[in-house]
């Protein structure tokens, strides 16, 4: 009876996901990386938490409408399990522990794991309670070509370090006791926001128009 009902519990639950980024704009590199992931923890879902400020970033001078950011992020994806949130403006956080701990909140039967690149490890120690972050979830890092050597050699790896787990085993992310971290490394996509902005910079004037495609939104 009782293992019954543990697996009734267990069918009712998610694996998801959390891949926070400005996505200024959203491109094929995100998707290829979110749709690699799933498949190496063997996701339900995996949303897109499109921030309305980075506090790493504030002032930067490119940073497109998050309506626009937003836009974009549904048009790349489109036609997957790939769910796109803005959960961060209507929790009123700025702050990645914040989020998280509204998001656990929120859907207390699902199992979250964050997802974050190299050039983010490098500077996770500079993040709000990072420490308290790793206790609170998971920690997929997903290698980046030239940031990989700081990110291993960054305070925060320095500590996260004893708590890294065998790429082998990431599909067991949820079996594991916190703070737990896996290394993942996919073939590199070259695309870059920043080379898209550059050669396109009126990019979110059209996308944030642009409302006649089918999307599919995170559950928030």
Do not use: C
């Not at 001078?61 to 937003?70: E, L, N, T």
């Not at 070509?145 to 990431?170: E, F, I, K, N, T």
């Amino acid at each position: 009876m009782g293992s019954a009902r543990a697996g009734a519990n267990a069918a009712l639950s998610k694996r998801i996901g959390l891949l926070g980024g400005s996505y200024n704009p959203a491109h094929r590199g995100h998707r290829r990386v979110s749709l690699n992931a799933m498949r190496a923890l063997r996701l339900d879902e995996l949303w897109w938490l499109v921030s309305p400020g980075n506090p790493l970033k504030d002032g930067v001078g490119d940073m497109a409408p998050h309506i626009a950011r937003v836009a974009s992020a549904k048009a790349m994806a489109r036609r997957s399990r790939i769910r796109v949130s803005s959960i961060e403006t209507q929790l009123g956080t700025r702050y990645t522990i914040d989020t998280l701990r509204g998001i656990r909140r929120r859907h207390p039967k699902d199992d979250f794991v964050w997802l974050m690149g190299a050039d983010n490890l490098g500077q996770f120690h500079q993040w709000k309670q990072w420490r308290a972050i790793a206790r609170e979830v998971p920690i997929a890092v997903i290698a980046r070509p030239g940031y990989d050597g700081a990110a291993l050699a960054s305070p925060a790896m320095g500590w996260l370090r004893r708590y890294v787990r065998p790429a082998g085993q990431a599909m067991m992310w949820d079996e594991w006791s916190l703070p737990a971290l896996v290394l993942l490394r996919f073939r590199p996509d070259p695309t870059s926001a920043t080379r898209i902005r550059a050669a396109d910079p009126a990019w979110h004037r059209r996308v944030a128009q642009d409302r006649r495609k089918p999307v599919l939104n995170a559950r928030t």
